[in-house]
């Protein structure tokens, strides 16, 4: 169940935080706005469980779907599979493919129906098909690296506000200042390191076009995964975007 003030409190806090620089998504936004709707109906219909579930993951699957502009196949199959671990939700498909192209005609009405980037020509060889398995282990390392840093981080802030008692309004706005000292510091280093703190701050689309383009020196691209990590993980793990408390265990 989720409590039905979380879409309003999600959509407000997440806007606050992204535009101004701090580096989160709004697809995590996006489907908890979505779930806390699924949520609601599941309430009003006084729906059972297992159908409370399905709504539940038919939300998410639109949200995201749409914010992607990634219908109807994305959306639903992601529907089918968030909400668990070793599981899949297969009723939530057919829902969820419904949903998900709704949610994308009506988004792409008011936006526009063009992809979130810009198309890119690439051409491949078979001779590089191991550089492409060397470069999915080094993503699944740093995806790890990620996680450790996300979680740490944000146990670190916990563990520090509640033992010196001080107040977790305070807890979002201490790393709001640790983002604003890293991006000052990169921005005055050196002219390369500029790209590096305008590209760890906010979602990141625009470099990631950029990115694809070829227009990012080797030095930037080295260096922003790290930066990016430790940015996003005082974001969020400070709490700038919070998702705590909304969730009640059934």
């Known amino acids: 169940m989720i409590r039905r003030r979380v879409p309003l409190v ?10 101004t620089g701090g580096s989160a998504g709004r697809e995590g936004a996006d489907s908890q706005i979505s779930a806390g709707f699924g949520s609601l109906v599941a309430d009003k219909l006084g729906l059972s469980m297992k159908y409370r579930r399905i709504a539940i993951a038919t939300g998410i699957g639109a949200g995201i779907g749409t914010i992607f502009k990634a219908p109807p196949l994305g959306g639903a199959i992601l529907a089918a599979e968030i909400l668990y671990t070793r599981d899949f939700e297969s009723a939530a498909i057919i829902p969820a493919f419904i949903a998900s192209v709704i949610g994308y005609s009506i988004f792409g009405i008011l936006e526009g129906f063009e992809p979130v980037f810009g198309a890119v020509e690439i051409t491949w060889t078979v001779l590089q098909i191991p550089f492409f398995a060397l470069l ?3 993503c699944g390392l740093l995806g790890k690296l990620y996680c450790h840093s996300f979680y740490g981080t944000r146990d670190l802030f916990t563990g520090f506000f509640t033992r010196h008692g ?4 305070l807890k979002p706005v201490t790393g709001a200042f640790f983002i604003g000292l890293v ?7 050196a002219p390369e390191t500029r790209l590096v703190a305008l590209g760890s701050i906010g979602s990141g689309y625009g470099f990631l076009q950029l990115m694809m ?3 990012v020196p080797l030095s930037v691209l080295i260096m922003i995964p790290f930066v990016k990590i430790f940015m996003t993980s005082f974001t969020i793990g400070s709490g700038g975007d919070p998702v705590g408390g ?5």
């Not at 999600?10 to 535009?19: D, G, L, R, Y």
């Not at 991006?183 to 280093?189: A, E, P, S």
């Open 183 to 189: 991006f000052v510091i990169f921005w005055y280093l």
């Open 246 to 250: 909304s969730l009640h265990p059934v």
């Open 10 to 19: 999600k959509a407000v806090a997440s806007i606050i935080t992204i535009s």
């Open 166 to 169: 001080l107040p977790k309004k």
């Open 136 to 138: 999915g282990v080094v």
């Open 213 to 215: 383009y070829n227009m």
